[in-house]
């Protein structure tokens, strides 16, 4: 992190930060731009429709929040306050491997489910957010870093548990922060380091999101429709062609102990997520099973 | 809790929920009573001040919070939103053993320490809210009582993890709640209906501050000049009369694994907290070593 950039540890999750980033980086400004490009990039734009005026400035949607808008068709506007994009949307597993230059709007990224799954240039970003409970610990706090210039501006009757200032100053201990959530968050920055670091897990990262892309692409048996260069390497959602078969195979895939596959309830079919925790082992089970499953029912 | 209440475990802890309590209660009103009776009644009314008029209906800083000003004194305004009461004060070791009839105005309560330390009436309060971190769990989250007619009245531009009434349609669960924390709240609650129940553990809470006050009365070696009546069964501060001993007590006092007795920062001095998770063994031990540090330096 950039000397000009302050870390800071709060409760409440990343869903309070989209509320909290318009609080503190409206600045006067009457207007947000947001890219949409899935589940949660639609969250951050309600809750901060509460706040001002959003304009979406590129979306997905029309085709199901199955690629990122190229850059250059982005209709910012220049008066912004700032552009807010997710650059990991975990239920429909899109993910920004780079980022735009947006001038000297300050860009915003909820980085949730992608922090410390790979290194990345926070000097491009006004502000970071991301909710622990991906690769950071349990759920319940929030990691923000945010660039110095955008501290200190909030929007009046901002209640100060929502003002950056005041964690600033109070150096994240503005009320009694959720200790042992840091404490734990502490033994996964040490194990993460005992692995080699971020760029060390990439690597990992990027083998094992590699391997289960091609299982579920070899035949058409599984489908994941996202653009292959904006795929997720940490959540990786999959359909069986067949849906009947649906129950059969969580059933199987309970009785090896490959669990939690059941897909998010906004978008059905099944879902591997594939974050930090999970060793490249726990892949190669997947895919065996995957293979298996196919043969058997294929 | 009756049946016309709503119990929510939300990620933010007390102070949080002073910022909250305004924004979900003005119910077009412009003016809140509160009642200052220490350190975390004044923090409250700060965060109130920032949404609305706060009108301090009664206070007992003239005399560095050691009573509770008597309830025919309280000046409390009858167009007034709510009125906030703190049932214990932490630092200054002041706690409210029953609580005052305000007529149709919703009285809120910050019950933080002394939530589960005994049984106590709900029905008399709009809201009661208490941050985990002393009976209940870990910090992180707070337990939020609301009586249904309290719920769904926000002021404009309330964001929806500070609205009550989405939290109650969401079960708690707006956003990915503080899983580990309620996982380990659980836990307490199990351990709590061991004991016997909050009743139970009344009983012992009461036996373990009588005989430690008692230890403190004695002689005149050590000091709390809380009117007898609202003394805290949870936080026990005090002095010792020669303050030039702080150092050594301390000392000593680790030695033998009686950890923690620094008083807080904001009252200097000592303070023995002895919520429901110190067993009457440990308050017997700390009176051993107050008779035996005495006995030496008196």
Chains 1, 2 share one sequence.
Request: glycine content about 8%; cysteine-free.
């Amino acid at each position: 992190v950039p000397s000009n950039y302050k870390v800071l540890f709060l409760q409440g999750g990343a869903t309070l930060q989209a509320s909290m980033i318009p609080m503190n980086l409206l600045r006067g400004k009457t207007s947000m731009d947001f890219i949409e490009t899935g589940h949660w990039g639609t969250r951050a734009i309600n809750e901060a429709q509460a706040i001002a005026n959003v304009n979406i400035a590129a979306t997905s949607k029309d085709k199901g929040f199955t690629y990122v808008p190229a850059f250059d068709t982005w209709k910012l506007d220049k008066n912004a306050a700032f552009v807010h994009i997710t650059p990991n949307e975990t239920i429909h597993g899109v993910e920004f491997y780079d980022f735009p230059n947006v001038g000297d709007i300050p860009l915003v990224g909820d980085f949730s489910s992608t922090i410390m799954s790979r290194p990345f240039d926070v000097s491009k970003f006004g502000v970071i957010y991301a909710g622990a409970q991906k690769n950071i610990g349990p759920s319940g706090i929030a990691v923000v870093i945010v660039r110095d210039d955008l501290i200190g501006n909030v929007i009046p009757h901002t209640p100060d548990l929502l003002n950056f200032k005041k964690h600033v100053e109070a150096e994240s201990m503005l009320n009694t922060p959720a200790t042992y959530n840091w404490y734990l968050a502490g033994l996964v920055f040490k194990w993460t380091k005992a692995q080699g670091g971020v760029a060390k897990l990439e690597e990992v990262n990027k083998r094992k999101a590699a391997k289960l892309y091609d299982a579920l692409d070899a035949t058409g048996f599984y489908i994941n429709s996202i653009e292959k260069s904006v795929r997720s390497r940490m959540n990786v959602p999959f359909f069986l062609k067949d849906e009947s078969l649906n129950d059969k195979f969580l059933k199987e895939a309970n009785e090896r102990r490959l669990l939690n596959l059941k897909g998010h309830k906004v978008s059905g079919g099944m879902r591997a997520s594939i974050y930090n925790a999970m060793p490249e082992a726990g892949v190669d089970a997947l895919i065996d099973f995957l293979k298996d499953f196919e043969k058997r029912n294929g």
